[in-house]
Each structure stands twice: as C-alpha cells, then as structure tokens.
C-alpha cells in the first residue's frame, strides 16, 4: 500500500459527459501528479501541483483541469468525454516538488479505470 | 523533452535465470534514472534509483547500471522467480519537477 488513495476504482461513462477522479496523496506530501495510462502511450505526464499551486504542466488537454486543495487532496476534472479518454488515470505524490536533480521518489495510487462508452 | 525507450517486446526467461531489460534515453543526460515495477491494473512501485556519477546500484536481486557513453541503463535480476512475472517501468527526470516514463517491458518467468 502506497498511502495513495484514489476515488473511484472504476468508472464507466458515456460520451460527452463529465467525471471528477480524486486523490489523497501519502500523508506529509506535498506534491501531486497526475498520469493517464493508455495501451498504446504507456504513462503520460499530465499535470502536477505543490502546495496547492500548479508546478507544471504536461500532455493535459484543455478538456480536462485539476486543482489541489488546502487540505492537499486533488481533484482530476475531464470533460466532454471521448472514447479516446478511456484509459487508466494514476495519482502520484511525493515530498518534495523539485524532481529534477534530486531524484525524489513518487508513489502510485492504484488507479482510476474510466471506459467511456 | 526527454525521451525514454524500452523493449516493446516481452522478455521470456526460466526460473533462475537473470534478467535484463534495458532502457536507452535519447536526449539529454538525466540527472537519475528511476526503474518501477507494475503488475496488471496496480500502480507503479518504486525499485532503484541511480544516478548520473554511479555506474551501478544493487538491492538485493535486482542490479541497475547507468552508461552515460551509451545513453543506457541496464535492470538486472538475478535468480528471477515468477513472481518477478510483472512489467518494468524506466523513468527519468524531465525538466524541472516531472518524470518521464518509458513504455515499459513485459518480463515472464516461467518456472
């Protein structure tokens, strides 16, 4: 176990709605990252926040959006859905919001299944 | 951005055998490389982690290298059972915050 929660497991909508994917990252971190896992993509980075602030930014589409709250749990937004969003979204987090030279670990939550139908 | 590519290919092997799994980056030098293990529908989990100025890491079975000459890192595990049967994830640092993650290998052990 991670100490990575992720709402819901699994997900099955149709085309053209809305769903919200949530995260609580491990407790004491203050970063989150978002990832979308498709068959063909592998992991895809897609946005990440520290401390409530977004850090960066990756392959997000404006469709979707996230946001961190004060209490540091996440929120993944996705929108106007197409059969191409179904995939395996993953929350990440880690202590620190600096990866690039330090070499933090990020640990996984299990995963949203969405099937857009 | 950086570039991260691993064997598409399953890597099939017997029990007891080691196994290698490489992953070549094609841009810059990474500050690290990450190697993560993923069972189907799971997270990610964290394994090793080294960085540009060591050559190599060990944590008990698992062996990772870094050739910064052949823009390389080779994953080894020795004495693989089949509960290593899982796909192996190579990640480095791109930019200033984020992770970049190849596509990943497939290993099977067969006992």
């Known amino acids: 176990d991670s100490g990575v929660t992720q709402t819901p497991k699994h997900l099955i909508t149709a085309t053209g709605q809305r769903v919200t994917l949530r995260c609580s990252p491990r407790?004491?971190?203050?970063?989150v990252y978002w990832y979308q896992q498709s068959l063909d993509q592998g992991l895809q980075f897609l946005i990440q926040?520290?401390?409530?602030?977004?850090?960066a930014k990756g392959n997000i589409l404006e469709r979707f959006s996230a946001q961190q709250f004060p209490d540091l749990h996440s929120e993944l937004n996705l929108s106007s859905l197409e059969l191409g969003d179904s995939a395996l979204y993953f929350c990440?987090?880690?202590?620190?919001?600096?990866?690039?030279?330090?070499?933090?670990?990020?640990?996984f939550g299990e995963g949203s299944w969405l099937t857009v139908v | 951005s950086q570039k991260i590519e691993q064997n598409s290919e399953a890597l099939n092997i017997q029990e007891g055998k080691t196994a290698t799994l490489t992953c070549n980056y094609t841009?810059?030098?990474?500050?690290?490389l990450q190697w993560y293990r993923q069972d189907p529908g799971r997270g990610p989990v964290f394994l090793l982690l080294?960085?540009?100025?060591?050559k190599e890491k060990r944590k008990e079975r698992l062996k990772v290298t870094f050739d910064t000459t052949l823009k390389q890192s080779l994953f080894h595990i020795t004495a693989s059972q089949p509960a290593d049967s899982a796909t192996y994830l190579c990640?480095?640092?791109?930019?200033?915050?984020?992770?970049?993650f190849g596509k990943g290998t497939m290993l099977l052990v067969s006992p």
């Open positions: 990440a987090s880690s202590v620190e919001g600096n990866l690039g030279t330090l070499g933090n670990t990020i640990y």
């Open positions: 407790s004491g971190d203050l970063s």
């Open positions: 926040y520290y401390n409530g602030e977004e850090r």
């Open positions: 841009n810059y030098s990474p500050a690290y």
């Open positions: 080294i960085r540009e100025n060591e």
């Open positions: 990640a480095s640092n791109s930019g200033y915050s984020t992770l970049t």
